[in-house]
C-alpha cells in the first residue's frame, strides 16, 4: 500500500494533468457505481451509460478544469498563512463552485441528449446542491489549505468527492426523472368536445 502512496505521489508530480485527470474519472465512475448499487439497488439493471456518462465528465470535463485551477491557486502570494487559507478557500467555495454546480448539471443534461431540460434541472436542484456542498468543501478545504502540500491537494478533494460524487449522481438521476416536460414538447390536449363525442361513439356501438 505504501509503495503504491509513492508511485502515485511520483506520477502527481511527473505528469500532474494526466494523473489528476484520471483520478477523477475513476471517482465520479465509481461515485455513480455506489449511488446505483449501494443506495438504489439496481443491481443487474445497472445503467452503465449513466456510469460512462459520469466517467466522462471527471476525466475530461472535472479533471482539467480543476487541475488547472488549484495550479492557479497556488501561484497566488499572499502576505501571512492565514490570509493565504481564507483568500483561497474564498475563491474556490464563491467564485468556482457556483459555476462548477451550474456547470454540473448543465453538462450532464447535454450528455444525456436533453439540452431543453439544462434551465429546469439546475433552477430545481441547484440551492440545495450548493448548500450542501458549502457544507462538505468549506471544512473540507480549510484543511487542505491549511495543512496538505499543494500538489496533494486535488487528491484530497477527489477523496471527499467520493461521496459527494455518489450524492451528485443521485441528486442527477432524481431531476431527470422530475424534471417537468416543456411546454412546446408536451402533447396537445384533446378539445372535449372531440372527447365528448368520442365517448357518445363507443357508448352508441355498445348498443348496437
Known amino acids: ?34 449511488a446505483q ?3 438504489e439497488g ?10 460512462a456518462r459520469l466517467t466522462f465528465y471527471g476525466g475530461c470535463l472535472f479533471g482539467p478544469i480543476m487541475t488547472k485551477w488549484y495550479q492557479w491557486l497556488n501561484t497566488i502570494k499572499f502576505s501571512s498563512p492565514t ?20 456547470f454540473f448539471f448543465g453538462t450532464l443534461s447535454l450528455l444525456e441528449g436533453k439540452p431543453k431540460e439544462i434551465i429546469p434541472r439546475i433552477e430545481s436542484a ?7 456542498n458549502w457544507g462538505v468543501f468549506i471544512p473540507t ?3 487542505n489549505f491549511s495543512i ?16 459527494w ?10 431531476q431527470n426523472k422530475t424534471t417537468p416536460i416543456p411546454i412546446a414538447d408536451a402533447p396537445a390536449p384533446v378539445p372535449v368536445s372531440n372527447a365528448v363525442a368520442q365517448l357518445e361513439a363507443e357508448v352508441e356501438k355498445k348498443r348496437v
Do not use: E, W
Open 1 to 34: 500500500m505504501a509503495s503504491m502512496l509513492r508511485m502515485y505521489n511520483a506520477a502527481l508530480q511527473r505528469r500532474p494533468m494526466l494523473t489528476q485527470c484520471c483520478t477523477a474519472a475513476f471517482l465520479f465512475g465509481t461515485g455513480d457505481v455506489i
Open 37 to 39: 448499487q449501494a443506495v
Open 42 to 51: 439496481r443491481g443487474k439493471k445497472h445503467d452503465f451509460l449513466r456510469t
Open 83 to 102: 490570509r493565504a487559507v481564507v483568500y483561497r478557500v474564498f475563491l474556490d467555495q464563491a467564485i468556482l463552485t457556483p459555476a462548477a454546480v451550474g
Open 126 to 132: 441547484y440551492a440545495p446542491t450548493i448548500i450542501r
Open 141 to 143: 478545504q480549510i484543511i
Open 148 to 163: 496538505v502540500p499543494h500538489h496533494l491537494r486535488f487528491v484530497v478533494v477527489s477523496v471527499v468527492s467520493l461521496f
Open 165 to 174: 460524487n455518489t450524492y451528485l449522481s443521485l441528486a442527477n438521476a432524481r
